[in-house]
Every structure is written in structure tokens, then in C-alpha cells.
């Protein structure tokens, strides 16, 4: 049995809004230095121009009639525009074709973020610059994911609760199999979201790898603060490799200005000897000309 969906070329293009060109360059200047002279080994001290995570897509639906729409969407990444570097190949983003519904929710199927990435996205007031909380968060990237193979539903807003489930279908019966979902409240200036994530390795050998996450947001006029905490057990298939994370962080808006501050803790992986956690800090000020462009440092 089949379930899929497709957006046909050719006659059918007339019955299509146009489709949507969109894209997000960031570029920065970076200084790193990990206290090591320059000239020493294993010394970090350096400028570095960056592209950030800069990427083009494009992206469009038709209507289908009775309030249901198919929706499609082609995101590429590595746009590289401090190397002039580009391409499809594998560096693709979110890209998916669907169906949406306002009273039944959106379905995709591609490759997506997964919902439990999408907490986290949605209190870092440094996405995707120096500081960035995933530095911290999700063991090195093993739980804030974009999954290829997957099945994902939103449903729709029922007064300020959604959810989302993920599924990311293994193509050899070797693949790792996930599972990923999220209940999120919003309503005024109250954001709450708790997420679960579950890694299946198919290996007799190795338990399933675990992830909760909890988020929270809060606005106060001018002031945002914000709380993540996590709970990982059996890291890589490993029984008791576990690890906690907790993080604070909060907003200032002055006129144009943001000024922002959070801090992330990750404790030791439970079962070795070797320290291996981590503290970050992260201070920043943003300064907004318009609703598309800014600058910070």
C-alpha cells in the first residue's frame, strides 16, 4: 500500500499561484581565540569571515478547493556568499511537498527539522550566530536534526495548543529509525513547549537513544526571558550514557535595539571518567533597520 503526494508539471501549472523566491544571507566577522598564543599549536586565535547558514528557496501551493491546499517547498543551503560557493547536491534544507488544511492541519513529506529541534529553535535569541545554543544543546547535534526520509503532520492551533509528529521511514533495515514530536501552548505572552525523540538503531546490541525537551517564553513589555531544560538517556545506544541540559536566557528591546544575554550548562556524559561537559555565555546586541535587515555584534 502507498500513500504519497506530488505537484505534476505541465497543464496542471496554470491552476498554481505563483510560486514564491525567498532567501536569508548572513554574513559575519568572527574572531576566535582559545587562549593559545598564535603561533602555538593547536591555537584557535584567528578572523574568519562566515556565511551563515545564507540560503535561497523556493516555495508555492495551489488550491484544491473546500479549504485544502498542496503545498511544496525547495530550500538549498551552503550558499556560500563569502566564497562565492553554491549548490544542490546534498545541502539541501527543508524541502518537502504537502497538503494544508486550516481545520485539519499541514502533512509533509521530504526532509525536514524535526519537532523537537523546533523548541529549540524557538527560544534562541542567537540562532545560527557565535553563541548559538545547539554549541550545547541535543548531544553535538544528535537531537536538533533535519531528517530526510520523514513524514511529519501539524496540526492546527486548538485555542493556543498545537502538536507535530515526525516519522522518518528507514530505507535499509539497518537505518536508524526516528520518531520526533512536540505539544506547544502559546497565547499572549506565554510560549510552552515539550518535546520527546527517540532514535531506534535496529542493532540488538544497542538500546533506543532518548531526548525530553522543555522549553518556555515569556514577554514582559520589553522583556523576554526564556528556559530550556533537557534529559538525554542511552547516547549512541549506550545503556546509562546520559546527560542533562539547562538553559536561562532573556531579551531587553530598546526602540531598534535588543540587547540579550543566555547561559547553557551540559553536564558530564554519565559513564566516563573524562570531564566532558561544557558552560557557555553568550552576550549580544542586535540593531534592527528594518523587518529584514540588521546588524548586531
Known amino acids: 500500500a502507498a500513500v504519497g503526494a506530488a505537484l505534476v508539471?505541465?497543464?496542471m501549472m496554470a491552476a498554481q499561484a505563483a510560486p514564491t523566491v525567498y532567501g536569508h544571507?548572513?554574513?559575519?566577522?568572527?574572531?576566535?581565540?582559545?587562549?593559545k598564543d598564535a603561533?602555538?599549536?593547536?591555537?584557535?586565535?584567528?578572523?574568519?569571515?562566515?556565511?551563515n547558514s545564507s540560503r535561497f528557496g523556493i516555495k508555492g501551493d495551489e488550491d484544491l478547493g473546500g479549504g485544502l491546499k498542496a503545498i511544496y517547498q525547495v530550500e538549498s543551503g551552503v550558499f556560500a556568499a563569502d566564497e562565492g560557493t553554491s549548490g544542490?547536491?546534498?545541502?539541501?534544507?527543508?524541502?518537502?511537498?504537502g497538503f494544508t488544511g486550516s481545520s485539519w492541519g499541514t502533512v509533509k513529506l521530504g526532509r525536514h527539522d524535526t519537532p523537537v529541534?523546533?523548541?529549540?529553535?524557538?527560544?534562541?535569541?542567537?540562532?545560527?550566530?557565535?553563541?548559538?545554543?545547539?554549541?550545547?544543546?541535543?548531544?553535538?547535534?544528535?537531537?536538533?536534526?533535519?531528517?530526510?526520509?520523514?513524514?511529519?503532520?501539524?496540526?492546527?492551533?486548538?485555542?493556543?495548543?498545537?502538536?507535530?509528529?515526525?516519522?522518518?521511514?528507514?530505507?535499509?533495515?539497518?537505518?536508524?529509525r526516528n520518531v520526533s514530536g512536540n505539544v506547544t501552548f502559546a497565547q499572549g505572552p506565554l510560549y510552552v513547549g515539550l518535546g520527546y525523540e527517540t532514535h531506534a538503531f535496529n542493532v540488538s546490541s544497542k538500546k533506543?537513544?532518548?531526548d525530553i525537551r522543555l522549553v518556555g517564553k515569556y514577554s514582559m513589555g520589553d522583556l523576554v526571558l526564556s528556559l530550556l531544560y533537557e534529559t538525554m538517556?542511552?547516547?549512541?545506544?549506550?545503556?546509562?550514557?546520559?546527560?542533562?541540559?539547562?538553559?536561562?536566557?532573556?531579551?531587553?528591546?530598546?526602540?531598534?535595539?535588543?540587547?540579550?544575554?543566555?547561559?547553557?550548562?551540559?553536564?558530564k556524559l554519565d559513564g566516563q571518567a573524562t570531564e566532558n561537559g561544557a558552560k557557555m555565555w553568550a552576550l549580544g546586541v542586535d540593531h534592527n533597520f528594518s523587518k529584514t535587515t540588521k546588524v548586531y555584534a
Open 208 to 210: 533506543d537513544e532518548k
Open 117 to 176: 529541534k523546533d523548541l529549540g529553535r524557538a527560544i534562541d535569541q542567537f540562532n545560527e550566530e557565535v553563541g548559538d545554543a545547539r554549541n550545547i544543546t541535543g548531544n553535538a547535534g544528535t537531537f536538533d536534526q533535519r531528517i530526510n526520509n520523514m513524514v511529519r503532520y501539524d496540526s492546527p492551533a486548538f485555542s493556543g495548543v498545537k502538536f507535530a509528529l515526525q516519522y522518518s521511514t528507514p530505507e535499509v533495515s539497518t537505518a536508524t
Open 25 to 35: 544571507f548572513h554574513m559575519s566577522l568572527d574572531r576566535y581565540d582559545n587562549g
Open 233 to 267: 538517556d542511552d547516547l549512541a545506544g549506550t545503556s546509562g550514557a546520559d546527560r542533562k541540559v539547562l538553559g536561562l536566557g532573556g531579551g531587553f528591546k530598546m526602540a531598534n535595539n535588543l540587547l540579550k544575554l543566555h547561559y547553557y550548562k551540559v553536564d
Open 9 to 11: 508539471a505541465g497543464p
Open 39 to 51: 603561533t602555538s599549536a593547536g591555537s584557535t586565535e584567528r578572523g574568519v569571515m562566515n556565511s
Open 88 to 97: 544542490f547536491g546534498n545541502t539541501l534544507r527543508n524541502t518537502y511537498v
